[in-house]
């Protein structure tokens, strides 16, 4: 009885202690704070990455101008390049090392990433959910000027200026081809892969893409260029499978006209997916007058030609000419945003936004924005529309500024935030980052970069919108810099800045293809 008495004891005394340990336990836990949490179900059920960042920021980098690249990753909720407790200091993305990888095609939607390196010509594949490569996309023979590829992921376009070559890569076949195109420089394609357009330099004329009907085979390319108006090439030589063919958009209105394209450098594709806005350059590149010439898609489609239907319908629709100039367009379904630049009396170019109602093809306003090629747009939190060109230091903002002048038209920064009308507050634009050279009142970058200019950034090379987070992310100058939306102030970027070169940059987290 002694014994078992000192037993039950002992049990009590271990029961007790193991208590005091799940209370102790218990009290430290719950003072610790869960830094990185997903909720239980993700949105469209995306998996956690291994980084645990539930918003990415991916950044194109080089290490020394071409011989090396990576893919870095910045957590865009605290703006930081490692983790919070500091127990990892960066992420990037495993498996990359292709040099200069210079432009990152991003499908948030379909959680991929396609990156290409302008060293190699090739394109990698990145997976979001597991921040890895994943293979080789293709690679082509010289260098692109011009890269496309849909979300469908079933072609890559490449505009190959070097060589005179528009190709193509073939997913469904495995097959790759090259037509023969002098001079081409930019290639687009809609979201269905159903119409894809390139655009050739110094030219007035733009093409398209055709695939020979299974049923209507040609046995040579000769054949098939003497039989399909229009063609410029038809590849393989032998029994061939893709033309290009010149865009056939005669204004019924001036049908004696040669053109109604004008030195075109792109396209944006409506959001109803029934129609295709030409970007005419026109005298910023060395044409006569800029604007938009809109095509209808049903005439442009890939897979529609056969012997029995027209091999080059008319796919005109209507042409606006826009003075301020026509290089970049964004839509949101009622107004398309053009921005560009105007030759002024000087001869100097200085940027424009021009706003155009689509319901009655009429220009709105134009608001004066950054000089410079204008390549980036895209809309953000706030109500707000953010514009990107590179080349804005030989603008008339420049000049402005050369000749001592130190108010905002002297500032001749990149980046342009835009903040759209809303009910009685019409359109606004200002230059960011804002700076004066005034001698009473210096305003200067707020984060210079390694070459330590005072007064400007560089060429605004990548642009992405951190979405609901009311943040823009910029490869700007080669460097990283971080905006606001409600004001266009500059977060500080201690914490985000990268080692080498920043190219790109794009939102791995964001809710829509739209963010890039």
């Given amino acids: ?46 998996p956690i990455p291994p980084s645990l960042l539930a918003n990415r920021v991916m950044v194109g980098v080089t290490a020394n101008g071409g011989g090396s690249g990576s893919l870095q990753i910045l957590d865009a909720l605290n703006d930081l390049r490692g983790n919070i407790q500091g127990t990892k200091l960066s992420f990037s993305i495993s498996g990359y090392s292709s040099g200069f990888p210079n432009l990152i095609l991003n499908f ?11 060293t190699l010509g090739d394109v990698q594949i990145i997976n ?12 082509f023979p010289t260098k692109s000027t011009g890269l496309a590829i849909p979300p469908t992921f079933g072609h890559i376009y490449s505009a190959e200026e070097g060589i005179g070559q528009l190709g193509i890569i073939d997913n469904s076949t495995g097959r790759s081809y090259g037509l023969n195109l002098p001079n081409v420089f930019q290639v687009v394609v809609n979201t269905g892969d159903s119409v894809v357009l390139a655009m050739v330099r110094n030219s007035d004329a733009i093409y398209r893409v055709i695939k020979l009907n299974a049923n209507t085979p040609y046995a040579t390319s000769t054949e098939a260029i003497a039989n399909v108006t229009g063609a410029v090439d038809c590849e393989p030589f032998n029994l061939p499978v893709y033309c290009v063919v010149a865009v056939n958009s005669v204004n019924p209105a001036a049908p004696a006209a040669p053109s109604t394209f004008d030195r075109p450098v792109n396209a944006y594709f409506s959001l109803d997916g029934n129609s295709v806005y030409v970007l005419n350059c026109g005298p910023e590149c060395g044409g006569k007058t800029a604007g938009v010439t809109y095509l209808q898609n049903g005439a442009l489609q890939v897979n529609t030609y056969t012997n029995n239907t027209p091999a ?55 608001t004066s924005i950054s000089d410079g090629t204008h390549t980036k747009m895209l809309f953000a939190d706030d109500n707000t529309l953010w514009v990107g060109s590179q080349l804005c230091a030989t603008g008339e903002r420049a000049a402005r500024a050369a000749q001592g002048i130190t108010d905002q038209t002297a500032n001749y920064n990149c980046l342009t935030r835009v903040a759209l009308p809303s009910g009685s507050t019409p359109i606004s634009a200002s230059i960011i980052p804002a700076v004066s050279q005034s001698k009473s009142n210096t305003v200067a970058v707020p984060y210079p970069n390694t070459n330590q200019n005072q007064f400007y950034y560089g060429d605004l090379t990548g642009l992405c919108w951190v979405q609901t987070l009311h943040k823009v992310y910029t490869a700007y100058g080669g460097q990283i810099h971080a905006f606001n939306t409600a004001d266009g102030s500059e977060i500080n970027n201690k914490n985000i800045t990268i080692q080498g070169t920043a190219l790109d940059v794009a939102y791995m987290d964001a809710f829509t293809d739209a963010a890039n």
């Fill in 1 to 46: 009885m002694k014994n078992r008495s000192l037993f039950t004891q002992s049990l009590r005394a271990q029961i007790f202690c193991g208590l005091l340990i799940a209370v102790a336990t218990l009290g430290l836990t719950s003072c610790q704070e869960i830094l990185y949490k997903f909720p239980q179900f993700t949105f469209a059920n995306r």
């Fill in 108 to 118: 948030p939607s379909e959680i991929t990433g396609y990156v290409y390196s302008n």
């Fill in 128 to 139: 979001y959910g597991k921040e890895s490569v994943t293979g080789s996309a293709g690679s």
């Fill in 312 to 366: 080059n319908p008319n796919a005109f629709l209507a042409a606006l000419p826009v003075q301020g100039g026509v290089t970049a367009a964004v839509s949101d379904g009622t107004t398309l945003y053009v921005s560009g630049q105007q030759i002024q009396p000087d001869g100097l170019l200085a940027g424009n936004l021009s706003t155009i109602n689509l319901a009655t093809n009429t220009i709105t306003s134009v």
